[in-house]
């Protein structure tokens, strides 16, 4: 059964730059796609980007987020670049192993990791 580990959570400023990984074991990463979603507090959980045959990205971060897979790490990245104040949120990575083009909604994903902490604040 796949298992996904996210870190590179942390305390970051306005303008600053965060890399989220996400390690996946129990089964080869590219027998799986990778969404990477997140839920600030009070609100309900949100596609940020995925990565499949295609890589999407949510409107709100496009620019200034990047999806990145790294096979023989069995690891996805999320580089996060020019953060805002809005985008703090508990980050999860999840897996979806039957559908290959991605997408940024939850309903294929089933194998979720436990989440990381992002804050951006001065």
């Known amino acids: 059964q796949v298992q996904l580990v996210e870190s590179g959570g942390g305390l970051v400023q306005p303008g600053g730059s965060l890399r989220l990984s996400c390690v996946v074991s129990g089964e080869n990463l590219d027998l799986y796609t990778i969404g990477w979603f997140r839920q600030a507090p009070g609100k309900e959980r949100e596609g940020v980007s995925c990565?499949?045959?295609?890589?999407y990205y949510a409107d709100s971060v496009k620019g200034r987020f990047a999806i990145s897979r790294d096979y023989a790490k069995n690891t996805v990245y999320l580089q996060m670049n020019s953060l805002k104040s809005e985008d703090t949120a508990v980050y999860y990575c999840?897996?979806?192993?039957?559908?290959?083009?991605?997408?940024?909604?939850?309903?294929?994903?089933?194998?979720w990791g436990q989440g990381t902490q992002v804050t951006v604040s001065s």
């Open positions: 990565i499949g045959t295609n890589t």
């Open positions: 999840a897996a979806d192993g039957f559908t290959q083009y991605c997408a940024i909604v939850e309903s294929p994903y089933h194998s």
